[in-house]
């Protein structure tokens, strides 16, 4: 089964995990499953219209899916999908 691999700011959301098994055949859907167990991460990682966060990056396998098909990208039963926030500011 997949793993999505939560950064720490957000493992509060997850009873502290820092990895989630989700059910997937894509990107979508394991993004999906992931706020289906954990309600509480929807907020961070979707805007109120339904839309994948701009700051919210998605990886699998160290693949950036936004060179791939996006949310459409294939994920196998032994893939890694990892969210990273990007970080701002400094001078």
């Known amino acids: 089964m997949p ?17 989630v098994e989700v059910k997937a055949g894509t990107v ?7 706020v289906a167990q954990h309600p ?7 805007s109120d219209d339904g839309k994948l966060r701009a700051f919210v990056n998605v990886y699998v ?18 893939d890694s ?3 990273v926030p990007s970080i701002a500011g400094g001078r």
């Open 3 to 19: 793993k999505i691999q939560i950064p720490t700011p957000l493992r509060q959301y997850t009873g502290k995990q820092g990895a």
């Open 28 to 34: 979508a859907d394991a993004l999906s499953d992931l």
């Open 40 to 46: 509480d991460l929807r907020r961070h990682l979707y």
């Open 61 to 78: 396998n160290d693949e950036d899916v936004r060179y791939l098909q996006k949310d459409a990208t294939v994920v196998g039963e032994d």
């Open 81 to 83: 999908l990892s969210i």
